[in-house]
């Protein structure tokens, strides 16, 4: 069983080498105080970082801790570890602007959730995607302080939630 991994994915306007060092991060940016408040714990591995996905989404078209008030902008970045002692470059994979009521929200959600979906499905699919959940894939070159395993059961819960998400109203 060969698998070439794939070496690219876009995200936004940047191309970017999926690698087991980037984590990602959902933030919640408040324009009038100019302040962001970080969600789930910071910045997370990907196998870490997709079980809130769900939440998050949830979290927004609920308008729960008041996360997508008129004036707060919720945001999931990439973030990726600089090659040199400078700040790290991190692309914006989700940019969800806050409204007044939830019809409007709902509007802005089904804007993007699939193309959301779609750039974690191809993240995913850098380290073998759907072959995640066959028997005896080995997973290569991910994390080195985690267990093979924990980007198989990630994405094992990231299928669960897909539908999950494409539900949400």
Request: include cysteine.
């Amino acid at each position: 069983m060969s698998f070439e991994r794939k070496k690219e994915v876009t995200i936004g306007h940047a191309l970017i080498i999926p690698t087991g060092t980037i984590n990602y991060l959902a933030s919640v940016y408040n324009t009038k105080t100019q302040e962001r408040e970080l969600l789930f714990d910071g910045g997370l591995a990907l196998h870490c970082f997709i079980k809130n996905l769900y939440d998050l989404f949830y979290n927004y078209l609920n308008n729960v801790s008041n996360c997508s008030s008129e004036n707060k902008i919720t945001y999931i970045h990439a973030i990726l570890k600089p090659e040199t002692d400078c700040r790290p470059e991190c692309p914006i994979i989700l940019k969800l602007e806050g409204y007044k009521n939830k019809n409007e929200r709902l509007k802005r959600f089904n804007n993007v959730k699939e193309e959301t979906l779609k750039i974690f499905e191809e993240i995913f699919s850098c380290w073998g995607g759907k072959r995640l959940l066959e028997q005896g894939f080995k997973v290569k070159e991910y994390r080195n302080d985690g267990h093979s395993n924990d980007l198989r059961h990630a994405y094992q819960e990231f299928e669960l939630i897909k539908d999950k998400i494409m539900k949400l109203s």
